[in-house]
């Protein structure tokens, strides 16, 4: 079973910062893909931040010069640190992998290119 835990998450006014954090049962290092989403109430689940095997980071334009993803292979963990918050910026937040291993792939804002979800952690930003 591939179990991926999110913490960090809580309210925090605009202009305000958290870093979220995904703790892996599983080796993050082989790993194609790996990937942060979130979801707003009566909206579709959208990518927010992908990192590959390279450690080439991609973002979606909303986020850009504000969010950061990132690995720490020691600790087999993900983080997503999250500056200049918006209101818009609240939602469920979704840490991701892919089913690929090793392989060097595109890693898209697509939800049905990962395989394994943690449970959620919400983010939300006052203004």
């Known amino acids: 079973q591939v179990q991926l835990v999110e913490s960090g998450g809580g309210s925090v006014q605009a202009g305000g910062s958290v870093r979220l954090s995904c703790a892996a049962s599983v080796l993050i290092v082989s790993s194609s893909c790996m990937g942060w989403f979130r979801q707003a109430p009566g909206k579709e689940r959208e990518g927010v931040a992908t990192?590959?095997?390279?450690?080439?980071?991609r973002y979606v334009d909303s986020v850009k010069g504000r969010f950061t993803i990132s690995k720490d292979n020691a600790k087999n963990t993900l983080y997503l640190q999250m500056n200049s918050l918006r209101p818009e910026d609240t939602a469920t937040y979704y840490c991701?992998?892919?089913?690929?291993?090793?392989?060097?792939?595109?890693?898209?804002?697509?939800?049905?290119?990962?395989?394994?979800w943690g449970q959620g952690t919400q983010v939300t930003v006052s203004s």
């Open positions: 991701a992998r892919s089913e690929r291993t090793w392989a060097r792939v595109s890693c898209e804002f697509d939800s049905a290119d990962f395989a394994y």
């Open positions: 990192i590959d095997i390279v450690d080439i980071a």
